[in-house]
């Protein structure tokens, strides 16, 4: 059943990539495990900002489209402590994302809610 607003997941994806690259810098994480949480958390930024929801900036990817990528990006998130050398509290944050992510892409409504005027 999907009932999460796509209003609601875009808060979430901006959250998650703000944070992840604070979270990088923080948690004294170095070398890979540092760019990798830098880079996903860009990658979550930039793809956000091109999908075509309320908090998107320039429409290019479709919601289905956005959510595949999101499920990749949990995929990702789920397997990264195991390519990386994060600390303890990146490799949890890591998991916790990943199932987050997973469960947003199976519960999010397929379609931004907008009126148009016209």
């Known amino acids: 059943m999907r009932f999460v607003p796509t209003l609601v997941h875009g808060v979430a994806d901006y959250i998650v990539g703000i944070g992840m690259i604070l979270l990088a810098f923080i948690s004294g994480t170095e070398g890979s ?4 949480f830098i880079l996903f ?19 290019v990817l ?3 489209a ?5 499920a990749v990006f949990a995929v990702v998130m789920l397997v990264l402590p195991f390519v990386v050398t994060l600390s303890e509290l990146l490799a949890w944050v890591s ?3 990943g199932f987050m992510a997973a469960a947003l892409v199976t519960t ?5 809610n907008r009126t148009h005027a016209g």
Do not use: C, N, Q
């Not at 900002?49 to 998107?56: H, M, S």
């Not at 956005?66 to 999101?70: E, G, K, P």
């Not at 999010?108 to 931004?112: G, L, S, V």
């Open 62 to 64: 479709t919601v289905p």
């Open 33 to 36: 495990g540092f760019w990798a």
């Open 95 to 97: 998991w916790v994302i």
């Open 66 to 70: 956005h959510l595949a990528l999101d």
């Open 41 to 59: 958390g860009l990658l979550a930024i930039i793809y956000s900002l091109l999908t075509d929801y309320e908090l998107g900036w320039k429409p």
């Open 108 to 112: 999010t409504r397929m379609a931004p």
